[in-house]
């Protein structure tokens, strides 16, 4: 039995070595063959032609060169200024002023006197301005002053009033300062303006008299109602 194993196992290894060798052999050709097909077979490779083309280059004429001026000199700098000596006489004395020596002859003439800031419009500070607190005398007033002679021919016009506002609100001067063009409604918002009465304006929690620009309007009422 050991004899005969032993011819089976040398058999078997020599059938494996056999095989092997052939198989090698094969794969060698397979690779032979495939390699020449693939060089019979690939596609002929040619160089591209990448040469360029161009039109010829324009010659540019530079500019002149140009000659650059040398910094300017450096300003010199000023002299230092010298302190000029005065020579004064110790014994000198201011003369006395008396009343005798300046008569009033060759005085000069007084300053001008202070204007009440009532006189003119001007600016007159305040914190709180003043507000009007009649607005129904005030619409009476305007119907009771319209110039029938104005209204009845549809005349209407607005009128600026720079108006003078004592500390108690109520107001004492009033100007013109625009114009409706008509000098009977001009007169007419002045006497409406005497009218009014305004809360005195504030400064400091203080009331003032002030100026200020009032409008007053004259419009046409429609009595009929549009129809």
């Known amino acids: 039995m050991s004899t005969q194993e032993g011819s089976i196992r040398r058999s078997a290894n020599d ?28 596609p002929t490779l040619s160089a591209a032609d990448l040469t360029t083309t161009g039109s010829d280059s324009a010659l540019i004429d530079l500019p002149p060169e140009t000659d650059i001026p040398p910094p300017p000199e450096r300003i010199a700098r000023p002299a230092t200024p010298r302190v000029g000596t005065v020579e004064m006489d110790e014994n000198l004395t201011i003369a006395p002023t008396t009343f005798e020596s300046n008569p009033a002859s060759e005085l000069g003439p ?7 800031a009532s006189d003119r419009p001007t600016f007159i500070p305040y914190d709180v301005a003043p507000r009007l607190i009649n607005k129904r005398e005030v619409v009476q007033a305007l119907a009771q002053h319209y110039p029938r002679t104005l209204q009845n021919v549809g005349i209407a016009g607005r009128v600026e009033l720079w108006v003078f506002i004592d500390q108690q609100g109520i107001v004492v001067k009033s100007h013109v300062e625009a114009s409706s063009g008509y000098p009977a409604l001009d007169a007419a918002a002045q006497r409406v303006a005497a009218v009014m009465r305004f809360s005195p304006a504030r400064n400091r929690d203080l009331a003032t008299a002030v100026w200020i620009s009032q409008p007053i309007n004259f419009e046409i009422v429609d009595t009929k109602g549009g129809g």
């Open 15 to 42: 059938q494996f070595k056999d095989k092997s060798s052939a198989v090698v052999a094969t794969a060698l050709v397979l690779a032979v063959v495939a390699h020449a097909a693939a060089f019979e077979l690939f």
């Open 110 to 116: 007084p300053p001008p006197t202070v204007s009440d």
